[in-house]
């Protein structure tokens, strides 16, 4: 499940209509759950009014409420729709309540079976204008304890941008999921606003809604207009299941159609560890004059400014590659990526540039040594790689430089492409790590980076493409990064449902190994591959040997 920053939502408008109408009890298209079952609901004609699992009402408020919504006319201008109904209606022998505005309808048909209610909510735009967003309450549900899973600075909100929506609450005495069953749906979000320890009403809002969500990255995948006289349906389903389920066995369904959705194209069967490769320092400490790159750490160390500085510069280069090579053939490893190829003049966020067609511009003094370096990884039986960035780096005034982020998919799409096929051409890399691909809530679209390996499949280039951020879409082409020391022992659950096959790159260095060595061992014999700082004997390297050892086993 994708988890989000926490977000403000509105509070929800209180009814103006008191229903003074005795509940309507199950009748033909009402309640219709068996005796067997353990969910049971009724209806009032203001909607939802009781809905019990295994003997616990957990409804605190069944009227569907709008809380935004935004309307953009033919000239771009945005006003704020009327979240006021003019009239509500429930229809008991169709178990759907309709609701009214000045810009069009609103309706939500119910229907439960077993453990399972599913929500059918159609909105009309009867307007002129397009409906840009809209967030709504499709009830509220009341849990006897906080959520025992939740944990702190996490919003429960699915996002359908690269995961299944699966939103689920563990109660104590039962469990539920909130999911967004339309896996080819257009962009929402589905889930539950507030903090995670709250005891009382916890609304399932369902959004449209860009801004609702405090992330840069998700605004242009959260697009989903409605045009003058167009209706936009969107499934939602309530699963139930005793304490303890999981996204397997509430919504095993979900998990294969995401699976058939999006099949796995990732062939790379090899699994020994990596080297990583880092050539420089960004601390202004570690620079000079003579060193504006802050290459090995040493600003007092090398010289690039002077002939005879360049040529003891090209004889540390090369030397520097053949003990990484000693330290390589030691640990076993397949290859390696070298993180900073044009060195790290600029502070971060910049600092890994991610562009080795810049190495000429940047640092001359490397562009005519990096050729013969990585020669030498080839030459020893190693495969190599690079660091990308999805960016384009642009010079900005004070003679410096930024990452800018391009504005549509495709644009990405071109620029890694490019990337990839200069490297791979100049250099034999076909190892990648992608540095900045969105942040860790919200990566960039994983149509992304299948269309990247689309078009360099069709290149005839056979690459491994390791995103720094990532979602279970992620998983179907690429192999993400992750490090030991950030928690990371293995692919996230869902995703080992979803995709068995599935892999991960794990950075061992500086991370708790032995405290995680069985998770750890059983991740690499489902293919997880280790990395380790492979230019010089560092302790964890000894680490790596010894789980490829117990995992081989």
């Known amino acids: 499940m994708q988890t989000l920053r926490p977000i403000l939502i509105p509070k929800a408008r209180i009814l103006k209509t008191v229903w003074r109408t005795a509940v309507l009890l199950a009748s033909v298209g009402t309640a219709r759950a068996s005796a067997a079952a353990a969910l049971t609901c009724s209806f009032s004609p203001a909607g ?33 729709g009327s979240v006021s109904p003019l009239t509500t209606t429930f ?17 939500c048909k119910y229907a439960v079976a077993g453990s399972h209610m599913a929500l059918t909510i159609a909105v009309t735009n009867n307007s002129s204008s397009t ?22 600075d996490y919003v429960y909100i699915a996002s359908n941008t690269g995961d299944p929506s699966i939103v689920t609450a563990d109660y104590g005495s039962g469990e539920l999921a909130v999911c967004n069953d339309d896996i080819l749906g257009g962009p929402l979000l589905v889930g539950f606003p507030g903090r995670h320890d709250l005891v009382g009403p916890r609304p399932i809002v369902i959004s449209t809604t860009k801004g609702w969500v405090l992330s840069p990255y998700l605004d242009p995948y959260i697009n989903r207009p409605i045009a003058p006289g167009k209706t936009d349906i969107y499934h939602i389903s309530l699963r139930f299941g005793p304490s303890g389920s999981t996204e397997k066995t509430l919504a095993p369904d ?22 990583e490769i880092h050539l420089a320092a960004s601390e202004t400490n570690l620079h000079s004059k003579t060193n504006p ?34 330290e390589m053939k030691t640990d076993k490893a397949q290859g390696m990526i070298v993180w900073d190829i044009e060195g790290e003049e600029l502070p971060q966020a910049t600092t890994y540039i991610g562009d080795p067609r810049l190495i000429s511009r940047l640092d001359p003094e490397m562009d005519t040594l990096a050729d013969a370096f990585f020669k030498k990884f080839r030459e020893a039986g190693f495969a190599v790689g690079e660091c990308l960035r ?61 269309g990247v390996m689309d078009k360099v499949t069709a290149l005839g280039i056979k690459c491994l493409i390791m995103p720094e951020h990532k979602n279970a879409r992620y998983y179907a ?56 700082r492979g230019w010089w004997p560092d302790p ?11 995992a081989s086993k």
């Open 48 to 80: 939802l009014a009781r809905l019990t699992y295994n003997g616990v009402n957990l409804l605190s408020d069944g009227a569907l409420q709008i809380q935004s919504v935004k309307m953009t006319d033919a000239s771009g201008h945005s006003t704020d």
């Open 91 to 107: 229809t008991p022998t169709a178990d759907r309540i309709r609701e009214t505005f000045t810009w069009g309808v609103v309706t």
């Open 131 to 152: 409906l840009q967003q809209i967030t709504l309450q499709a009830l509220s549900v009341k849990f006897p304890s906080a959520p025992k899973t939740w944990v702190p």
């Open 254 to 275: 979900l998990l294969a159609r995401f699976a058939r959705a999006y099949p796995s194209t990732l062939h790379w069967p090899d699994h020994r560890a990596i080297a």
């Open 293 to 326: 790159r802050g290459w090995f750490s040493d600003p007092m160390g090398v010289d690039i400014t002077t002939p005879s500085g360049r040529a003891a510069f090209k004889t540390r280069v090369l030397k520097f590659a053949d003990d990484s090579i000693t």
């Open 390 to 450: 999805p960016q384009i780096l642009m010079p900005v005034p004070g003679g410096t430089y930024e990452q800018k982020e391009l504005d549509s998919n495709q644009a990405i799409i071109d620029n890694l492409v490019a990337k990839i096929r200069y490297a791979n051409t100049r250099f034999g890399c076909t190892l990648f790590y992608v540095d900045s691909n969105g942040d860790p809530n919200v990566p960039y679209d994983p149509a992304i980076f299948q």
């Open 477 to 532: 082409c690429t192999a993400p990064y992750c490090e030991l020391r950030l928690g990371h022992t293995d692919v996230p659950s869902l995703v080992r449902e979803i995709y068995p096959k599935a892999f991960t790159c794990i950075s061992i260095p500086d991370g708790p190994v032995e405290d995680n060595r069985k998770a750890l061992i059983d991740g690499m014999k489902a293919g997880n591959i280790l990395l380790f």
């Open 540 to 550: 964890y390297n000894a680490k790596v040997r010894d789980l490829y050892q117990s």
